[in-house]
């Protein structure tokens, strides 16, 4: 079972509509992660929060915008999404990412999938 | 970044202990290795991690070379229900000094 719950599963948008995508963990990690990953590929990192403040934006266009109210949640916020933008979704979060320790694990959630029409 | 290259893919039969190797050839000296497997339509799971050396748990052993410029998992006596993407990642995520990438990933298909 998955410590890092992401709703909904299941997404379904047109090009003009706004949806939000959400994650929770209770695990208390201080850093929390969005991946997109397409069909047979591996999951690309698009943002990293660390302490509720961003630290890696990967560059991601505009109508993708991360928002962590607090230590425990994550939202993706979506806004004129383009047919291409259809993935899987996946949240992830860890224990630290400050200091010279990287330990590297991440835990996921199930992934939100979204297929923008 | 530490880059990453293993197998794009691997076959096996069940009850047969498989390795999967995985380059990383500019790892740096505080980079950990981390082995994760995914399901499709899954998020990816933890499956191991070490530094150096040797490190087993019950599902997986990962052996590093002195020049930690690659490891292999081993998964011991693999079943059906392995068949999944194994991605090797290497790194972490530091706020100031950088991140990990994952790689293409080894599909592994065990059958009967």
């Known amino acids: 079972d998955t410590e890092v719950t992401q709703t909904p599963k299941h997404l379904v948008m047109g090009m003009t509509n706004k949806k939000s995508l959400k994650c929770e963990q209770h695990m208390g990690h201080r850093a929390m992660y969005w991946y997109k990953q397409k069909a047979k590929k591996p999951p690309e990192l698009m943002f990293v929060?660390?302490?509720?403040?961003?630290?890696i934006n990967e560059s991601v266009p505009s109508r993708f915008s991360p928002e962590c109210p607090n230590s425990s949640l994550l939202n993706l916020h979506l806004h004129a999404l383009q047919p291409e933008d259809s993935a899987l979704y996946l949240c992830?979060?860890?224990?630290?990412?400050?200091?010279?320790?990287?330990?590297?694990?991440?835990?996921f959630g199930e992934g939100s999938r979204l297929t923008v029409l | 970044l530490a880059k990453t290259t293993q197998p794009i893919s691997m076959d096996s039969y069940e009850g047969q202990e498989v390795n999967i190797t995985c380059s990383h050839n500019?790892?740096?000296?505080?980079?950990?290795i981390t082995w994760y497997q995914q399901f499709p339509s899954q998020g990816p799971r933890f499956i191991i991690q070490g530094y150096k050396t040797k490190v087993t748990n019950e599902v997986a052993s990962l052996f590093i070379p002195a020049d930690r410029k690659s490891s292999t998992l081993s998964l011991p006596r693999v079943s059906l229900s392995d068949t999944a993407v194994y991605y090797c990642l290497v790194g972490g995520y530091n706020t100031n000094a950088g991140k990990s990438t994952f790689g293409d990933g080894t599909t592994l298909t065990v059958k009967p």
């Open positions: 992830a979060s860890s224990q630290t990412t400050s200091g010279d320790q990287n330990t590297g694990e991440l835990f």
């Open positions: 929060y660390s302490y509720e403040k961003l630290s």
């Open positions: 500019n790892i740096a000296t505080n980079d950990y």
